[in-house]
Every structure is written in structure tokens, then in C-alpha cells.
């Protein structure tokens, strides 16, 4: 037989010189044999197949398979050479430059990066021969894997394929693994350290927020009427299972003391961001040092933490009137109480002609992040005049009713700002405000459309319709945008109070 001939063809050579009939029909036929039928064959007519033919055979598409890994390796290798060697010429040109500039300084500093650099080079050339041990690894397992095989058809080019997709598979699940437990080690470090300190500091501030509180007690003026002690009054509620409502007496609260109430409660916005939930409490009034707290974002913290229970209160009142609304109109008969009830609304909202529909345009929420925003900017985040003296959180003008003179007032402005008894009365008025003032009929129009498109009421979607409650205009509009935006106030947008019941909104 010749040698140059392929496996199949010496098969084929073999048939011929032992004249085995049932090949050379096929071969008449021109029917196509594969290698396993003609070796099947002959061994069924008990034709000598040489074991030196099959494992050259198998020698050389071995090799050829392992041809593509050896290289492979080689490249991986001369990658992470010219890597170190750029590496290398890097430091060594930072070396150069610092002797240059620190010539009569310490030479240790030149050593710590020369020592940088040499650990890095030594890193990389370790990698790099590690892998490349390991290619020749698998080559040779591979290379002794296919000479052992028999009676099988290889495909070069689909080894070749399997091989690489298991190299790198392998490599990115290794970094994959370490990356991801790594991290876990951190953050579990992490959590349990803050959850110790805050363990800490709860003891601590448990022990003394009411000797605080009773000193605050002391120092009030001896003109005010003796008040009782700062307690936690709870709201008589039919569920057992609701949360308690905190109604803060005016007890000109200071900043510290107001902050170790919030420890002792939980109140976190992180949480109230994530869970959609804020607890009931309510103060009457601003810490009046409010403006003292250093720390930015804790200053803006605490102003959230006051006004968002306040404005999510009043929202849950509207709520609950929209369904109540909503009840009636769906009866055929109503009852003197629902009349009395509904007449009452049409005055509080100032609908004339007792015109439903223009009720329903008027009473709707105000989006918690429009009402955050103009808080913080007409309150200077609750540490204005008007905020501290008069409750005024949202700078609204009166020209009959009580209020604080401006001091900046023009010689032809006779208004004055509208003070109040306590925050949540503020709120309130700026809630009526929005829906009944005649300036403000875009912004009462855009919502009632958002409402019967069932599109979410969000605050982003509105602050273009009030450029007309202040006389800067549009440049109004865009502060309050960049509030929302720069505070995340959007993520208090579906908040609700946690002692609340879940209330399914109804398209009036």
C-alpha cells in the first residue's frame, strides 16, 4: 500500500486485495461507505486490519489539534510579554522622571516603585508561563486522549472549537466566582460593623433622650402655660395591628433632640424610599436651630422627614374624599348626610353652579415630589423666617389675613406672608391653594388628564403648569426640577402612611 495514502483509501486498497464482494458492490453503486463501515466489513470478513495504521492516523489529527493550542499559548504568552514590557518601560519612565525631580530627596520613594514595578513584571511573566504550562498541559492530554481512540471519525475544526470554548469558559468562571464571593465578604463585613454601631448608639441615646427632653422641658419660658410632658400619644385606631400616629406638642424641639427621636423610631428614608411606607408623626413646628446642622444632606434629611408625613397625610385625605365621591355618584338615592356632605366639598373647593366635574378636576393630590420641592425652596428647607416664626413652609401671600411682613418688600407690595398655628394647617392650605386658585387651572387640567389617560400623577410631569406661582416663571419651574431631580424626591411619589390601608385608585 502507499504511503501517502489516506486512512479511508488503505481501507479501500485492502477490499480490493482480499476481493471483498460487498464493498466493491457499493462502489459499483456508487454508494458512499463511511471509515467505520468499511472497517466494519472487514472485520466481518475477518480481513487483518493493522493497529500501526489506525494510530498513526490518530498521531497526526492529534497533532493537528493540538497544533492551534500550542499556538494559542504562544500568543497568550507574548501578550503578557509585551504587556510586562510596556509595563516595565512605563515605570521605568515614572522612575526616570521622579529622579529627575526629586534629585536630592529620599531614594525611597524611587525603591517603592522600582519594587512596584518589578512585582508587577514578575506577576505578569508568572501568569503568563502558567498559562502557558497549561496549554501545553491540555495539548498533551489531548494529543494522548485521540491516540487512545478507536473506531471514531474526528472533526478538526470542531475539536478545536470545543477546546477554546472550554479554556475561556473556564477562566471566566474563575474570576466570575472570586469577583462574586469577594464582594459578599465585603458587604456582609460591612453590614455587620454599621449594625453594631448602631446597636451602640441606640443603647446610648435610649438612656438619655428623656433627660433631654425634660430639660427642653425646663428651659421653655416661664410666661407659657405649663405643658405636659413630649409623650408619644397614640391615635385610637379599629386595627389592632396599625401603626401608631406621633402628634408632637410645640415644645420648641431642638435638632438633636428631634434626630434621637428618629433613631428610636426607625425613621429612615432609605427604608421609606424602598418599602413605600412612612411612619405617622407629625410635628407642629421646625427644631428652631435647625439651620445649625453642618452636614448638607442631613439638614435636607430631617426637613424630609418632617413635610413628608404631612403632605402624605393630606394626600390619603383627598383619597379617601375621591372615593367617597365616587360611592355617591354610583347611587341612585342619596341621603341628607351624603347632600350635606357633597355641598360641603363644592365650597371647600370653590366649585360654583355645584358643577361635579369640575369637582373632580379640583379634588385630586398634589404629587409628593412637587410639594417637597416647593417646601424646600420657599422654606430655605425649613430654616426661613416665615418657616420658623409662622409655620410657613410654602410662602404664601395674604393681604387680610395674619401674616410675617417681608422684609424686601417693594414700596407698592402690601402683602404679607401667610402664617400658621402649626405645620400641617401650612399643608393644608397650600393643598387648597393648588386646587382652587384660578393661576393654577393648567396644572389642575395636565393632572386630569394624566388621571383619565391612567397615567401615574408624578411631579416631574407638572412643574411646567406653576410658572405662575412665583414671579420668576419659568426659571421657577426649572429650580423646582432640578430639587427633584438632584434629591430623588420622585422615589416619595407612591408613599404611603404605614398605619394606612391600600386604596386602589378610581378614574372619576
Known sequence: MKKNLSYRDKLLELSEIYKIAEIQVYERNKKYLTTAQIEHILKKNKVPIPTELKKNIFEIQAKKISKPIFSTGNRIGNFFSSVSNSIYKFFASIKKSIINFFLDTNNSILNFFSYVAKTIVNIIFGTGRAILNFCSFVSKTTLKFFNGIYNFDIETKKVNQLVSVILISAFLFLFGVAGYFGKDTFINFYTETLQDKEIEKKTIKEKTVNKKLAEEKKNEPVTKPKQK?????????????????????????????VLSLFNDVQYDLRKVRNEKRVKPIYFTQFPKDLDEIKDSKLKKDTFIKIVLPLVVAENEKITDDRLKLKKIQSKKITS?????????????????????????????????????????????????????????????????????????????????????????????????????????????????????????????????????????????????????????????????????????????
Open 336 to 508: 341628607e348626610k351624603e347632600k350635606s356632605w357633597l355641598r360641603q366639598k363644592l365650597r371647600e373647593y370653590k366649585v360654583k353652579n355645584s358643577d361635579i366635574n369640575e369637582l373632580k378636576k379640583r379634588m385630586d393630590i398634589i404629587p409628593i415630589s412637587i410639594a417637597l420641592a416647593q417646601a424646600a425652596k420657599e422654606s430655605g428647607w425649613g430654616t426661613s423666617r416665615f418657616a420658623l416664626e409662622g409655620n410657613a413652609i410654602f410662602g404664601q401671600w395674604t393681604w387680610t389675613g395674619q401674616g410675617i411682613e417681608p422684609l424686601d418688600k417693594g414700596q407698592h407690595q402690601g402683602h404679607k406672608i401667610l402664617k400658621f398655628p402649626i405645620l400641617r394647617a401650612s399643608v393644608k392650605a397650600y393643598k387648597n391653594n393648588l386646587n382652587t386658585h384660578k393661576g393654577y387651572s393648567k396644572f389642575r387640567e395636565k393632572r386630569y388628564t394624566l388621571r383619565k389617560r391612567n397615567k401615574p400623577i408624578k411631579g416631574i410631569s407638572l412643574t411646567d403648569t406653576l410658572d405662575n406661582y412665583a414671579q420668576t416663571g419659568k426659571t421657577y419651574t426649572k429650580v423646582l426640577e432640578q430639587i427633584i431631580d438632584q434629591n430623588s424626591l420622585d422615589e416619595f411619589e407612591n408613599v404611603l402612611l404605614s398605619n394606612s390601608v391600600v386604596r386602589k385608585e378610581l378614574n372619576l
Open 229 to 257: 410632658q413630649a409623650k408619644v400619644q397614640p391615635k385610637k385606631q379599629n386595627n389592632t395591628n396599625s401603626v401608631k400616629e406621633f402628634v408632637l406638642p410645640n415644645l420648641n424641639l431642638k435638632t438633636e433632640t
